[in-house]
């Protein structure tokens, strides 16, 4: 299994970004897919998850401004953020798992190497 993400960059608060994750090696849309982020210092967190009957689920914290979504026929995984906060700095990372709680990081069995989303204020 192999996932790859890539949009990640600087940006202004306010501004919009969408992540994008290439997956292969497995069965795509079986899977639950989810974006997680990582700040310095702090825990990995759930921001969104998709599951395999389309089904979207967002952490508190990005609801209304982050929206998940996929492409089961190019096997990508996108995240697009709009409304960015300095706060939402971080290195997001992709994560799939045949079962899982969406958001639940212990739930999932693999993970991209990052992108990395600079929001300054």
């Known amino acids: 299994v192999q996932l790859v993400e890539s949009g990640g960059g600087s940006v202004q608060s306010g501004g919009s970004l969408r992540l994008s994750c290439a997956a292969s090696g497995y069965t795509y849309s079986k899977y639950c897919m989810a974006w997680f982020r990582q700040a310095p210092g702090k825990e990995r967190e759930g921001v969104a998850a998709?599951?395999?009957?389309?089904?979207?689920y967002y952490a508190d914290s990005v609801k209304g401004r982050f929206t998940i979504s996929q492409d089961n026929a190019k096997q990508t995984l996108y995240l697009q953020m709009n409304s960015l906060k300095p706060e939402d700095t971080a290195m997001y990372y992709c994560a799939a798992a045949p079962y899982c709680r969406p958001l639940e990081k212990n739930q999932y069995n693999y993970w991209g190497q990052g992108t990395q989303v600079t929001v300054s204020s």
């Open positions: 998709i599951v395999g009957d389309g089904r979207a």
